[in-house]
């Protein structure tokens, strides 16, 4: 496989477009050293009536508050941003696509104390596909519970998509990928829920739907996409609150949700298979039709391609031409 860095297209960076191969930093950008930057990860989808990004505007929103919770200034508005997006789909010909709008600080000056620090905003994109093996979404992943305690309010900035906090996430995720799971369930630092290594957690119990407070995890868009089709579509009851370790273990279903990852069933954790209280379901059965998380991935994809016939016409605000 070639590397990302060596492809043709265009990236956008600070207003201007730059050749794929070109779009470089110096060694000393502040940012390498020190992981103060923010970015986001947005998708978009071609569908029957073209190609959309999908709730760029919250992403984009999400993406400056990040950059104004670190005290970095940037001076592009959101407007700006959002057209940049679409453009880069423009320029690049992708029909569906990852984009990857980042902030950072410049090279000027390094040191925690340095001052007069440029900042600097890339946007690319690609067609990134299944973020995992695309059997995943059918048969679910097997995760265990780090030992790497997740963010604390009081240690980090739990709502910006910052940098640095992508360490935390891979240490964890990286033990449980080399011990052979697929991922990796993160509980905060007193001990509860918080989320997995780039995606919220969801619980099924009883036909309600449970999941995190954001108090240590991400504030997830996709995470507030499923709220609102478990609540306005399937008619759920959604309770957001401090969820333990063994709840999940005793769940009826439970699922991750995040843009790179949409809605991955969790078949295991720590060795318990969800859902399944014996006769536990062979390695690669799908997960049943009927249950929320089948079918909430059938509404989510249904949604992204901009498919909002009926039930999901209340949504259309969501989407935006590529
Ligand atoms: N938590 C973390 C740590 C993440 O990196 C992501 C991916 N952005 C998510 C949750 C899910 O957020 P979203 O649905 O906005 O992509």
């Given amino acids: 496989m070639t590397p990302l860095h060596d492809r043709d297209g265009w990236i956008w960076m600070d207003g201007e477009w730059l050749p794929w191969r070109e779009a470089q930093v110096h060694a000393l950008t502040h940012t390498l050293h020190y992981g103060m930057g923010c970015f986001e990860g947005v998708r978009a989808y071609a569908g029957p009536n073209g190609t959309h990004l999908f709730?760029?505007?919250?992403?984009?929103?999400?993406?400056?508050?990040?950059?104004?919770?670190?005290?970095?200034?940037?001076?592009?508005?959101?407007?700006?941003?959002?057209?940049?997006?679409?453009?880069?789909?423009?320029?690049?010909?992708?029909?569906?696509?990852?984009?990857?709008?980042?902030?950072?600080?410049?090279?000027?000056?390094?040191?925690?104390?340095?001052?007069?620090?440029?900042?600097?905003?890339?946007?690319?994109?690609?067609?990134?596909?299944?973020?995992?093996?695309?059997?995943?979404?059918?048969?679910?992943?097997?995760?265990?519970?780090?030992?790497?305690?997740?963010?604390?309010?009081?240690?980090?900035?739990?709502?910006a998509k910052t940098s640095g906090h992508y360490v935390n996430s891979m240490l964890a995720l990286n033990t449980a990928v080399k011990?052979?799971?697929?991922?990796?369930?993160?509980?905060?630092?007193?001990?509860?829920?918080?989320?997995?290594?780039?995606?919220?957690?969801?619980?099924?119990?009883?036909?309600?739907?449970?999941?995190?407070?954001?108090?240590?995890?991400?504030?997830?868009?996709?995470?507030?996409?499923?709220?609102?089709?478990?609540?306005?579509?399937?008619?759920?009851?959604?309770v957001e609150r401090r969820i333990t370790r063994d709840e999940l273990y005793l769940a009826d279903e439970a699922f991750l949700t995040g843009t790179a990852a949409e809605i991955l069933p969790l078949r295991e954790l720590d060795g318990r298979h969800i859902g399944a209280r014996s006769g536990a379901p062979a390695v690669g059965d799908a997960i049943p039709e009927g249950s929320v998380t089948a079918r909430l991935q059938g509404l989510y994809r249904r949604l992204v391609r901009g498919e909002l016939e009926d039930d999901l016409a209340a949504f259309a605000a969501w989407l935006t031409p590529a």
């Fill in 55 to 159: 709730r760029v505007a919250e992403h984009t929103r999400r993406l400056l508050d990040s950059a104004h919770a670190l005290d970095i200034p940037v001076a592009f508005d959101a407007e700006t941003l959002i057209d940049a997006q679409r453009r880069c789909l423009e320029r690049n010909r992708l029909a569906s696509a990852y984009l990857k709008p980042t902030i950072f600080l410049g090279s000027e000056g390094l040191g925690l104390r340095a001052r007069g620090l440029s900042t600097h905003l890339m946007i690319a994109a690609w067609d990134l596909g299944a973020y995992l093996a695309p059997e995943a979404a059918r048969i679910g992943l097997r995760a265990l519970t780090s030992s790497w305690a997740r963010h604390h309010v009081n240690i980090s900035l739990c709502r």
């Fill in 179 to 238: 011990a052979g799971f697929d991922e990796t369930i993160m509980l905060d630092p007193e001990g509860y829920v918080a989320e997995a290594s780039a995606a919220n957690v969801f619980v099924v119990r009883d036909g309600v739907l449970h999941t995190p407070e954001v108090t240590s995890c991400l504030q997830g868009i996709t995470r507030d996409s499923v709220i609102r089709l478990a609540r306005d579509v399937l008619g759920m009851a959604v």
